[in-house]
Structures are given as C-alpha cells and as structure tokens.
C-alpha cells in the first residue's frame, strides 16, 4: 500500500490482536495512517483504545498481529528501540517524572542513548559537556515551543493539569518523535485549555508530525483531526472524516448509548 | 575513668554514625532509584567485613584500599546478580527474595567456618593499613570512615546532577515512561545495583577493620531491617535523609545499650522501639526526616506508587 507521495504509510497495524486472559481486548485490528495526517481514533470507554497505543508503542507486546513503522516491520522491536525510530507517545494518566522539574522531564527526552552508561560520564568529559550543551539548547527551544518557558524549574508533580499534559507533548518533541501518539491530550482540561492543546497539536503537524489521538471531546477530534477511526470492542466498526463518522446513527449509538450508561458513574 | 568510657563509646558511635551512612546511601541507591526494596543489604555489608577477615588474617593484605577494592568487586558482582533477580521478579515478591538471599548468605557463611569462624567468628583480626600507614589510632579509623563517607556522600550527589542520575530518577518515577524516551531499565538497574553493592562491601572492610572481629549474627536480618529503617526514617531517595537516619540510629543505639538490661531484652526493646519510630516518624513525615527541611512541603503529594503496564 503506497500512497500518493510515494512513501509507504508511517503506521500499519495488521489484523493486530491482544488478549488479557480470554478477553480480546483489541481484536483484529488493520489501520493504517498517512505520513503528516491527524487521525483520531475514538469509540466508547474499554474500546482498546489505550491498549492499542500500547501495542503500536510496544509497552505490550501484541498476542497476534504485525506492525509497521515506515513500511519497515517492528512487530518484536523493542520500546526503547521504536522510540529512537521516531514514536513518542502520551499516557492518559500523563506519568510526568513528578519528582523532577519540567526541564527535567524534558531533558531525559533529549539525551543520547549514550548517556545511559556510567562510564561515558566518567571517562569523557568532553563528550559529557558536548552532550549537555546539545541537550540544553533542546530542553530550551522545545519548552519555548510548548510555551513553559515560564515553568521550566517548576517540579512537574507541582505544575497544573494542563501543564502536566504540555510537558507530556512537550517530551515527545525533544524526541524528534516523527509519529506521536496522544491519550486524550484534552480531558480535564477546561474550554480554554483545550484550545491551547488543539493550537498545539495544529502547529506540530504543520511541522511534518504525524499525529494519532485518542479522544472524547468530540469538539477537538472535529477541530483537529482529518480522519476517525472508530473502535468498539477491540474492532474497527469505522473509518471517515470525523463529521461524517459522528453524523452515522449506528455508530453515535454504540458511542453515547455507551456514555448515557456509564454517565451514573462519572 | 568516666571520661575514658565515654570517649570511648563516642568514638564507636562515630564509626557506627559514618559507616551505617555510607550502607544507607548505597541502599538509598537501590530503593530510591530502582525502586527496589532490599532487605539484604546486611549480608553485602557483611561480605565485606569477611573479606577484610580472611585477607588480613591470612597474611594476603591488611591495606584497607586493597581489601576494599576487592571487597567492592566482590559485593558488586553479587548485587547486579540480584539487579537481573529484580527484574524477573517483581513488587512485593522481590522484597521475599531480597530476603532469602539475605538468609541464605548468612546461613552459608555461618557453616563456611573456615572463612566465617562459624560461631565464634573471627577474631583478633590484624590492625589495617592505608597505603604502608598503620591504622591504629581512634582517630585513625574516624579519618578513614569520614573519607569514606565523605566520598561516597560527593558522589552521590554527583551521580544525582549527572544525566545518568537523571535517568535514574526518572526510573524511580515512572519506568514506563522512560522507556518510551528510548532508555531500557535492565542497564540503569544492573548499574544501580552494582554502585550499591560495590558500596555496601567496602563499608563491611572498614567496619570489620575497626572492630578486630567479624561475626555472621552482626550482619543478620535485624540489620537488615536496621538499614530499611535508616533509609526510610531518613528519607528515601535523599542523601542528607540518610545521614540524618544514620545519626539517629547511631545515638540511639548505644543509649538503649545502657538501659541495664540483658542483652536479649536490650534486642528486643531496640527492635521495638525502632519499629515504633520507623511508624512514627512515617506517619508524620512520610518523606522522612529530610521533609523538615521544606516545611512548605509537609502536605503529603498525590499520585504515588500508580500501577503501571
Ligand atoms: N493490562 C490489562 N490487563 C487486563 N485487562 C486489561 C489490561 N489493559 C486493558 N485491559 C482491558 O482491556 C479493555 C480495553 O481497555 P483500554 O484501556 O484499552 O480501553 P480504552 O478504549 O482506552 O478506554 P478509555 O476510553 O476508558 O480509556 C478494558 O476492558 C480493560 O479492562
Ligand atoms: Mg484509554
């Protein structure tokens, strides 16, 4: 499947499955995204929405199923492996280091995979500083870019929600991710807020990111995304631009039929 | 007389104050950065000080910097066997490995009588030396812990500001998320491991050296637990924390001694009242005793120990 550039898909999941115990929790599932798209990918609470990015992040590894990143297949590649190839990715419970300062959070985003030995901290000094100075300058224009200059030494554990989030996006670009991956990037934000977060992730795809999210404020999946990818228990059920996908009668029931039953418990 | 006695019993609490810093700040390592806790960090203490025991009594080296390398070669390799234990085993079920470990070596040193001395243990160890000097003074053996101490305090907060402390940290924090910025765990544990067990050796080997014996019962479990309390009273992840549990633990120790009673009651009301300050002391200040440091801070913080995938 190449596309109309030329270049192969950045993504593709096929028939990409996992269970916990006999539950499949994501079933089957085949999708593929467009290097510099902005797809949403949306459905019900317990879809497998999350555990998706997980499998495509390779924090799980899938029961069944490949992966492709740049048509290249990392189905057994390591997390820490895709993460040097270019996916960063968001957690919907954001996991800052929340004992360190943003800048720091930042920071361990930006450094070389050489910095992980002792020995490189003992034994050449003059590489360390070289490193540090890159990583500075990174952390800077990155915490710029995110607009938390202002809150750069702030411990991240002690930041608003909303910051909490940046500093989440915010780490994946110091990654120079190429794909990134967002767990509801806008929940538990207020309405201005949530501004903030869409303008951000416009500017990033301006700048060649490409970018799945995981959304339930359909204001921003319409606002931002080109493409949804509809999933119900663990299954694609749709695929289209986001109005006409919210506009399908069959697929609003399964979405709010769902929220209007669970809407007791938030 | 008096005067002779308590000089005495201050220079002991010195040497117990600086050297139960320097096992604290290598278990700090391990429960603060790779979020593991060990209770068997007695048993690397005490591989050290037998270390010391058997070279020096076997005529091979009574120079505390040999004897230490060695030693912390020694611990080291033990320890980052545990790191690859740790990463197997998980949570809870490590805390139960950690501590069979720590029964199991000091079972099997206790029936390796011809290095350990079995029940009596060894005794009338030679005086060390440092670089051809001989060591014999009280105020010798205070200058080596307090190098030692001093040292391992320097680089621990070197290690701290570094990028690979950085690393660490954020290990401590989340795993899940340091993965995603491209860094494995096994390397950052393996090498977190292997400090602290280098660390914990080498403060066996002065340890020994000061008291002229090396006995299995002083490294058993209650000293295990002895250090998780230093750690946790002092505060985790905090070097001043564990200088400052150290020193607690140090005073009140030979204070309990002089209550007049038997030496198992004295065992038993020191473990009680020990755990009744670890209580205590968590209760109120749950980050230890450095949280009175930023009063600003004695709210407790949310978003602790989340479960991860
Ligand atoms: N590690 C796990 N072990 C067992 N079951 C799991 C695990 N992770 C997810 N599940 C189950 O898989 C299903 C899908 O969960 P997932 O978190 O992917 O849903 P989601 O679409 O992200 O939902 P939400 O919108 O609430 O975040 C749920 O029923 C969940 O309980
Ligand atoms: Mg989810």
Redesign the pocket.
Known sequence: MISASGRPPILQTVELS?S??G?R??DGVTVSVEQGDIVALI????????????LISRL?PPTSGQLLFDGQDVTHTSPQRLARMGIGRTF?DVRLFDSMTAWDNVAVFAQSDRSATLRSGLLSPRAVRREARQVRERVEEVLEYAGLSAVASTIAGELSFAQQKKVAIARCLAQRARLMLL??PASGLDAGEREDVAKMIEKLAGDGVTIVL?E?NMGIVREVARRAIF?AE?TVVGEDTPDRLLHSSELAEIYFGHIRSTAGVA | MIVFGLTLVYSDIAMQLLIYFVVAIALNFVIGYARALSIHHAALFGMGAFTYAVMAQRGWSNDLIVCGLVAALLGGLVSVILAFGSLRISGDYFIVASFAFQAFAINALFNWTSVSGGANGDYGLPTPTVLGLAVSSTFAYITAAAVLAITTLVFAIWLRRSPYGRLLRAMGDSPSALLTAGFGVLRLKVGVFGISGMLAAAAGVLYAAYLGVAQTGTFDVSLAILLVAIVVIGGTGSAVGSLLGATLIAFAQPLLSNLNLSATTTAAVQQLIFAALLVGVVAVLPRGLVQLGDVRKLVPRRGAGATE?
């Open positions: 996992r916990f115990g539950f929790a994501v459905g019900p609470n317990g879809a497998g929405k999350t555990t998706l990015f997980n799980l919907q767990d509801e995981v339930h999933l663990g | 995938p």
